[in-house]
T-cell receptor, first 115, second 112 residues
Framework: NAGVTQTPKFRILKIGQSMTLQCTQDMNHNYMYWYRQDPGMGLKLIYYSVGAGITDKGEVPNGYNVSRSTTEDFPLRLELAAPSQTSVYFC??????????????FGPGTRLLVL | DQQVKQNSPSLSVQEGRISILNCDYTNSMFDYFLWYKKYPAEGPTFLISISSIKDKNEDGRFTVFLNKSAKHLSLHIVPSQPGDSAVYFCAAANFGNEKLTFGTGTRLTIIP
């Protein structure tokens, strides 16, 4: 049981390039989330999904896209990377909504540097 | 607007003493609160939670207190151990809502 896995661990992108951050969970969780954490800041929600085929915007969705074709996978797509997207990205999953279950389970993060 | 605030970016505590981390919130609709712990180069991990129907929840060395009238919660760690050195995030949710709102975190350093 690997939990939530994220690839890559670290990536450098040039301005204007695109990339996909991968996230996979093996806990059969319905809910999946993408967060970004900027230095000295908390985690900001980018997008989330309540099940396969269903996604919704979080607090900071601009410049990102997501898809959820399976329960296990929730990739985050960056189009036309900008320096403002330099951050650490965390994927998380949970069995139920936060108020009915103890926790969201987080992946180890992807550190992205846009130059 | 920061709905969940952790006003102390850092805190240093002697090993064996009590660590108290504080969190304030502004949204009165929040009714479920969680604390997460984060080590460098790792994702956050769940530590302890509390529902608004309680004012205290204990789990071993960790206790969370909730003061709804003051919109304030605190995490007590006693006794503090070197392995407790980490960044602690407070998070809040509305009952039944899918989303968590996180604070900015407090870096706790335990001095041996």
């Amino acid at each position: 049981n690997a939990g939530v896995t994220q690839t890559p661990k670290f990536r450098i992108l040039k301005i204007g390039q695109s990339m996909t951050l991968q996230c996979t969970q093996d806990m059969n969780h319905n809910y999946m989330y993408w967060y970004r954490q900027d230095p000295g800041m908390g985690l900001k929600l980018i997008y989330y999904s309540v099940g396969a085929g269903i996604t919704d915007k979080g607090e900071v969705p601009n410049g990102y896209n997501v898809s959820r074709s399976t329960t296990e996978d929730f990739p985050l797509r960056l189009e036309l990377a900008a320096p403002s997207q330099t951050s650490v990205y965390f994927c998380a999953s949970s069995r139920d909504v936060p108020a009915r279950t103890e926790t969201q389970y987080f992946g180890p993060g992807t550190r992205l540097l846009v130059l | 607007d920061q709905q969940v605030k952790q006003n102390s970016p850092s805190l240093s505590v002697q090993e064996g003493r009590i660590s108290i981390l504080n969190c304030d919130y502004t949204n009165s609709m929040f009714d479920y609160f969680l604390w997460y712990k984060k080590y460098p180069a790792e994702g956050p991990t769940f530590l302890i939670s509390i529902s608004s129907i309680k004012d205290k929840n204990e789990d071993g060395r960790f206790t969370v207190f909730l003061n709804k009238s003051a919109k304030h919660l605190s995490l007590h760690i006693v006794p503090s151990q070197p392995g407790d050195s980490a960044v602690y995030f407070c998070a809040a949710a509305n009952f039944g809502n899918e989303k968590l709102t996180f604070g900015t975190g407090t870096r706790l350093t335990i001095i041996p």
